[in-house]
Nanobody, 125 residues
Framework: VQLQASGGGVAQAGGSLRLSCAAS????????MGWFRQAPGKEREFVAS????????SYADSVKGRFTISRDNAKNTMYLQLNSLKPEDTAVYYC???????????????????WGQGTLVTVSS
C-alpha cells in the first residue's frame, strides 16, 4: 500500500496541527496503523498507534493527553491531531501500516510493513 503523509508545517508552542495519512493500493480498513517521528540527530520513535477498527489506541508518554490518533476507513485516511505543541515535538512525522490483519496495536517500527514519506513539523518557542 502507498501512504501519503501531509499536514506538517510551522506552529508556535501551544499551537495545533493536524496530520493526515492517505492510503491507496489495497484495502485499508483491515490493518493496524501508527505514527512515528524522528527528530534531527535522534532515532525514530513511536508516537501513537491505532487498531484496524479504531477502537484501540495507544500513545507514547511524551504525547499522551496532547495528541489524538484516529482513522476514517471509508476515506482510507488516518489522522494525528497535535495540540499543545512543544518545541521538542519538532520532527519528521511518518505514518505506517501493517500488511497482515490483527486486532492488536503495535509499538515497534519493525511491526509495520509500509511507510509514508514523512511530513515535517516545526514548533517554535
Amino acid at each position: 500500500v502507498q501512504l501519503q503523509a501531509s499536514g506538517g508545517g510551522v506552529a508556535q508552542a501551544g499551537g495545533s496541527l493536524r496530520l493526515s495519512c492517505a492510503a491507496s493500493g489495497r484495502t485499508f480498513g483491515w490493518y493496524a496503523m501508527g505514527w512515528f517521528r524522528q527528530a534531527p540527530g535522534k532515532e525514530r520513535e513511536f508516537v501513537a498507534s491505532i487498531n484496524w477498527g479504531g477502537a484501540s489506541t495507544s500513545y507514547a508518554d511524551s504525547v499522551k493527553g496532547r495528541f489524538t490518533i484516529s482513522r476514517d476507513n471509508a476515506k482510507n485516511t488516518m489522522y494525528l491531531q497535535l495540540n499543545s505543541l512543544k518545541p521538542e515535538d519538532t520532527a519528521v512525522y511518518y505514518c505506517a501500516i501493517r500488511s497482515t490483519y490483527s486486532s492488536d496495536i503495535y509499538y515497534n517500527a519493525g511491526a509495520y510493513d509500509d511507510w509514508g514519506q514523512g511530513t515535517l513539523v516545526t514548533v517554535s518557542s
